[in-house]
């Protein structure tokens, strides 16, 4: 994968098996970021491909690909910033509804019984992370703790095969990082697959079935948690080395 | 805006109580007819607000497609079209339009759409101004037939008051159920973050595409009863000043709710009466309404409004409002 002339990326290959927590660990610059923004098609690859399911989904478009059920949250959150908690969450699940423009100008008695039963899903997305008391809350008004969390909600709104989670414990303290990493622990039991990238190596620890290591845009190690914790190379790419220039 | 959106049918209802007590008021008296211009303008910023307010897109070529709404009307009554079916054909037109237009103007943001959308305007009125063997020309086409429903001939200033106002009011609460509505919570999520829209598998351009073509089949509309209502068009009613002043109408009656533009619309039949006695430096003022209205007031007067009323009743602060237009609420 070539970005803006520099290979920011190059002959990363690892497979996210279903139904598991799989982790993707390396220093800053390693290209995290770029192989989640390849997945969902906001950066095409210069060459190499992306299966998802059965699918090559190598440039689509990113709302395809979420269509597909990939689902994902950005380590700066993103959230609607002019949108309630609650209107946040519904939009989530725009994948799995269909009311169009039509439908919503006449408020057809289908759009309104859709509508009811996304809120009602959307309520259910609050209540898994925690956030239903503060459904009519300013989605920006939010502490950056709860903000996280909310975009969570939106994610799992889409109803997701796959998720991808960009550093969701980032800027959290302590015990909002244990609530987190019990969320992500529950998800496969949900049918979620999860693509998780974390500097929190505890948390990282703590959830993940099995580690992909990416250093300067090349996978070094792949394992599971104990593997990968007593990897050399690992080791060396995150204490750093005399030898690397 | 939730606050209020939640309860739409009471302002809804108090728009209609209005509608009706202005005619028992007003009834033979010549404000009547300034109300039915205000009805027509209030279709064409309902277009606006939602294109604005719901979406963050700005058009300065809205008189264009006021304009191409009532040529159309106009030539196909003129030629024996029933007036209703030409109000059909004036909507499908100036939504093809602007479907049309949408496309290229996916790539432009903010003031570099608006002024794509002023160029559209400006080529529309050389087509008005120089194809004439249609349209006759700088010199307009008169004698446009009364609008008819049925059997039914629109006459007389009354008449038209209850058509137009009907169909702004129509127009007004299809924008408020599209405001709250699957498509118009994606639009406004569009408006804040495409890339995060599109993550939620929004199709990010089609729907900035069918928002357009919406917002230019209403300036169709209100330009198709237009053409009815005065029986004499001419290319320079549609010009860029016009096209400014609809925005203006938009920006000052509030993008904030679809009910902004019934404030725009009156404030646009207002203005024209305060000014007067500027004559040619009516455009001047106009420009710094506009300055004074981006500055201190982004939502508008029907910002403006919702604020005190939340300050005055409590609950929520009016934040999610200011948000909505980027800006800080830095005066009000």
């Known amino acids: 994968m070539a970005f803006a002339g520099l290979v920011a990326l190059s002959n990363v290959s690892f497979r996210v098996p279903a139904g598991r927590i799989h982790g993707l660990i390396g220093p800053n610059g390693a290209g995290k970021t770029t192989l989640f923004n390849v997945i969902t098609a906001i950066i095409p690859p210069s060459s190499g491909s992306v299966l998802f399911e059965t699918r090559d989904i190598t440039g689509a478009s990113p709302h395809r690909v979420a269509r597909l059920g990939i689902a994902r ?101 302590h015990r909002e990082t244990e609530k987190v990493g019990e969320l992500i622990r529950s998800l496969p039991a949900r049918g979620i697959t999860v693509l998780l990238v974390e500097h929190n190596m505890a948390l990282m620890m703590s959830v993940a079935d099995a580690i992909v290591v990416l250093n300067y845009g090349v996978k070094i190690a792949e394992g599971t948690a104990d593997e990968i914790a007593a990897n050399g190379e690992v080791i060396r790419a995150y204490l750093g080395d005399e030898d690397i220039g | 805006m939730k606050a209020r959106l939640d309860r739409p049918q009471i302002l809804l209802g108090l728009l209609a109580l209005a509608i009706i007590g202005a005619f028992l008021l007003l009834h033979g008296n010549y404000l009547i007819s300034a109300l039915v211009l205000a009805a027509i303008y209030a279709i064409v910023i309902t277009g606006l607000v939602l294109l604005t307010g719901l979406n963050g897109q700005y058009s300065l070529g809205h ?74 020309g700088p010199s307009g086409m008169a004698n446009i037939p009364p609008y008819a429903i049925g059997r039914w001939v629109v006459r007389g200033e009354s008449a038209y008051y209850w058509l137009t106002w009907i169909v702004a009011f129509l127009c007004i609460w299809g924008g408020v159920n599209l405001w709250r509505s699957r498509i118009g919570q994606a639009l406004l999520a569009i408006k804040s973050d495409e890339a995060a829209a599109a993550a939620m598998g929004i199709n990010v351009s ?106 005055l009743c409590g609950g929520r602060r009016p934040g999610a409002l200011a948000a909505q237009t980027g800006k800080t609420e830095a005066g009000a």
């Open chain 1, 73 to 173: 949250t950005f380590q700066n959150v993103r959230l609607f910033r002019n949108q309630t908690v609650l209107e946040n969450v519904m939009v989530g699940t725009f994948r799995h509804t269909g009311a169009g423009m039509m439908s919503g100008l006449l408020r057809l008695p289908r759009a309104v019984a859709e509508q009811r039963r996304t809120e009602t899903e959307a309520v259910e997305c609050l209540d898994f992370v925690g956030l239903s008391d503060l459904i009519d809350r300013d989605a920006e008004a939010l502490p950056f703790g709860q903000q996280r969390l909310l975009e969570l909600a939106r994610a799992l709104a889409l109803r997701p095969k796959l998720l991808l989670l960009d550093e969701p414990a980032a800027g959290l303290n």
């Open chain 2, 206 to 311: 089609a729907l900035k595409v069918q928002i357009f073509a919406l917002s230019a089949a209403l300036a169709g509309l209100g330009g198709s009863l237009y053409a009815h209502y005065v029986t004499f068009i001419s290319p320079e009613r549609f010009g860029p000043i016009a096209s400014f002043e609809l925005l203006l109408g938009a920006l000052l009656g509030g993008v904030g709710t679809p009910f902004g533009a019934i404030l725009g619309a009156l404030l646009l039949i207002a203005l024209p009466e305060v000014v007067a006695p500027l004559r040619d430096y009516k455009v001047m003022v106009y420009g710094i309404v506009f300055i004074l209205v981006s500055l201190y007031l982004p939502l508008g007067i029907a910002g403006l409004i919702q604020g005190t009323y939340v300050r």
């Open chain 2, 63 to 136: 008189a264009a497609f006021f304009g191409i709404g009532a040529y159309t009307s106009a030539l196909l009554t003129i030629a024996g079209v029933p007036p209703l079916l030409a109000s059909a054909a004036a909507i499908a037109i100036t939504g093809a339009f602007g479907a049309i237009i949408g496309v290229p103007l996916l790539r432009l943001r903010g003031y570099y759409l608006a002024v794509a959308t002023l160029a559209f305007q400006l080529i529309m009125l050389s087509v008005l101004n120089g194809w004439r063997q249609v349209t006759l």
